[in-house]
């Protein structure tokens, strides 16, 4: 390739990520700043099912597979506009973000996933990932399905009502790379948000957003140390939706770099 073309290609490369990193916040409040994400590279034809175990089946307690087949999307594979997004992103490429009873979930870079199962009714949502964390919000880049362990597991989850799913930020981000801007991304199943509808209230260390676009968003200005942020879905009467789910809150640490 010429050298000029490579030179104005990682001009522009450098013009879009700096560009998505100085525009207006959607949102600025104590200190904390929320940014609409710019648009990510598309998977508009990917494709996740889950093959086994089949949807209402009752498991053996203890480490059960869940097969999944992938469609349209690689797995292991940086997502393209990786470099561009300036956040946390995952060595070890795309994924699976598996998600049981709503707890924080399990990165898969393969599609048999194994996990400890424990007596009651539980509830599997999956889905596929960017290498960047930033969920795939296709009809058919997820799966939602109930299982039970044990005769006895009590059900008071719909798959028809309208959830929301906690997904980033999680766990821990060290050094200004990650630190500086952590990503907002949510899932949400049997519902579409907008500023007559659906909304979703993000309270980040106590500071209130109320988010009307399903997308991803970014945090920046958040303090060195722990950090909490809570995800509820909310009606058009501004009410909590009552599920299971639809009300989370996560504590996320942010280190500084590490001493080599």
Request: proline share 5%; aromatic share 12%; hydrophobic share 35%.
């Amino acid at each position: 390739m010429n050298r000029n073309y490579i030179l104005l290609f990682s001009a522009i490369i450098s013009f879009t990520a700096l560009s998505a990193q100085t525009t207006s916040p959607l949102f600025e409040k104590n200190g904390i700043k929320i940014y609409t994400a710019a648009a990510s590279t598309s998977f508009a034809d990917a494709e996740l099912s889950l093959t086994s175990p089949a949807n209402g089946a009752t498991l053996a307690e203890g480490k059960d597979t869940f097969n999944f087949s992938v469609k349209n999307y690689t797995l292991g594979a940086q997502t393209p506009d990786a470099d561009q997004k300036m956040c946390a992103n995952s060595a070890k490429g795309q994924h699976i973000h598996f998600i049981m009873d709503n707890i924080p979930y399990f990165a898969s870079y393969n599609p048999q996933i194994v996990q400890d199962v424990k007596p009651g009714h539980h509830v599997l949502l999956a889905f596929l990932s960017r290498s960047y964390h930033e969920s795939i919000k296709g009809k058919k880049a997820y799966i939602l399905k109930e299982f039970n362990v044990g005769k006895d597991a009590k059900d008071d989850f719909s798959e028809k009502a309208p959830h929301l799913f906690f997904s980033r930020p999680k766990g821990e981000y060290t050094g200004e790379k990650e630190t500086k801007r952590l990503m907002l991304d949510f899932y949400l199943v049997n519902c579409s948000l907008s500023d007559k509808g659906y909304k979703v209230r993000a309270t980040i260390n106590g500071t209130e957003f109320t988010l009307a676009k399903w997308q991803p968003y970014f945090i920046e200005g958040l303090p060195i140390g722990p950090n909490k942020v809570k995800l509820e879905l909310l009606d058009k009467k501004g009410n909590v939706v009552k599920s299971p789910f639809n009300s989370t809150e996560r504590t996320v640490m942010l280190k500084p770099e590490t001493l080599k």
